[in-house]
């Protein structure tokens, strides 16, 4: 459960005066997310989200991840929205924490999502890569290439506590990845984090996107590698090609990936692996024992590294070109 940060009912209700949201009536702690606190409003006017920033987000981050929200929103994407407050701005402070409320979004996440929903995936992607342009402020991806050697010197230490043979195994990877990570590809603001768990539907339809507490601005197609990373592998780890296809062609019925995006995909999906793994991993080892988070299992991004490492075109991901060829 991610709730680092506890709350009183008396600080919330003095809290909220600032917003126009009428009275508070209950709220609750949610029991999903990794890494912020997150409680569901209920007031007179009706449902709420309010997020506590924690660990790793740097306060400085907010104004670009809030101010997102307003841009994509404003273009047609389905997002939620920050509220301002009645001094206009967009952050307040909660148990000594920044704090946010956000519009409450409908739907569900899907734990078991079809082909048919990476289609649908895809194209939110896409259509999110397109709203983004124009947006003004910039952010750098903290967790791109430069920021796994530090992740992996916290843990190379301690990594064969997990799994004999890691620690060469990675060390070897990053090495690789760090010498032929692409120089220019296509850039513009990506979400880094479109998971299962960000992404939410009323029956088969895609309702929105939520938690864009990673976006930043880097390469387009290293967000469509972490989305085959996570909608395309099945639970026994094996990679499910009607899926990608449909995800890939989702994503290129609103924008083309360009030809130099395709020779580095196989590239993309091995760093996006790396990158899920190493932050895994640090939390495995150091989250202190009996925090209410739930630990997400870095081998899963083992298995998907060790895919990548093997395909030899992107063709293999179900990547349509004239003539079936990627
Ligand atoms: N705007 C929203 N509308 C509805 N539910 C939300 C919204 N934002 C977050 N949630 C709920 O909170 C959970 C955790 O949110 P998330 O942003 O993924 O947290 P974290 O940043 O900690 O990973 C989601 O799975 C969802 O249940
Ligand atoms: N998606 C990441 C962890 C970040 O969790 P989120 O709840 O912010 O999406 C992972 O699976 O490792």
Known sequence: ????????????????????????????????????????????????????????????????????????????????????????????????????????????????????????????LAAMHVAGEGFALKRTNALSVGGWRPLWVNSEARADEVQAGLKDEISAELEHLERHWPKSLPEGVIHADLFPDNVFFLGDQLSGLIDFYFACNDYLAYDV???????????????????????????????????????????????????????????WLMTPAGALVVKKDPLEYLTKIRFHRAITSSAEYGLRRDGGQA
């Open 225 to 283: 590698a972490v989305c085959l990373n996570s909608w395309c592998f099945e639970k026994n780890g094996s990679y499910n090609i009607t899926k990608g296809m449909a995800m890939l062609s989702g994503y290129e019925s609103v924008r083309k990936l360009t030809p130099a995006e395709v020779d580095a995909l196989p590239l993309l999906c091995r760093g996006s692996a790396l990158r899920f793994f190493l932050t895994r991993l640090y939390d």
């Open 1 to 124: 459960m991610a709730v680092y940060t506890d709350i009183t009912e008396d600080d919330l209700a003095r809290f909220l005066t600032a917003y126009d949201v009428g009275q508070l009536t209950s709220y609750k702690g949610i029991a999903e997310g990794v890494e912020n606190s997150n409680f569901l409003l209920h007031t007179t006017k009706g449902s709420y989200i309010l997020t506590l920033y924690e660990k790793r987000v740097n306060a400085g981050d907010l104004p670009f991840f809030l101010g997102l929200m307003h841009h994509l929103a404003e273009r047609g994407l389905s997002c939620p929205l920050p509220l301002p407050r009645a001094d206009g701005e967009l952050l307040g402070e909660l148990s000594g924490r920044p704090a946010a409320v956000i519009s409450f979004l409908e739907g569900m996440w899907l734990r078991k999502p079809e082909a048919k929903h990476c289609h649908e995936v895809g194209k939110a």
